[in-house]
């Protein structure tokens, strides 16, 4: 959910500046061994000096009473830690960006515990 809350604000950002609107795209794939599931957004995209700190709990770049900082590092702990998958991103400043969760098809007995 999180996911999409930012990629909605990231479209925003581009339409209050009287651009045209929006799109988020949602997709799911399947690997050999895994589920891909891809949240894509025509938003501002992710500025190249912050995108090693995105996952950074309480890291935000909204303005003060609209993000926490906690969404991108809760959804990095229950896709990674949790459930033994990957989060990443692919992102281009003025063309949007991509999030990708990858999930295992099957997971170890120590991974759900």
Do not use: C, W
């Amino acid at each position: 959910m999180n996911l999409l809350v930012n990629a909605a604000h990231a479209i925003g950002e581009v339409t209050s500046e009287g651009k045209e609107r929006g799109t988020i795209t949602v997709r799911t794939t399947q690997t050999k061994d895994a589920i891909v599931v891809s949240i894509s957004d025509t938003g501002i995209g992710i500025k190249q000096a912050v995108r090693d700190r995105v996952f950074e709990p309480f890291f935000t770049t909204k303005e003060v009473g609209r993000g926490t900082g906690q969404g991108l590092a809760i959804a990095r702990a229950t896709v990674v830690e949790k459930h033994g998958g990957e989060i990443y991103f692919e992102t281009e400043e003025g063309k949007g960006t991509t999030f990708f969760i990858k999930l295992p098809l099957r997971t170890t007995q120590e991974s759900l515990v």
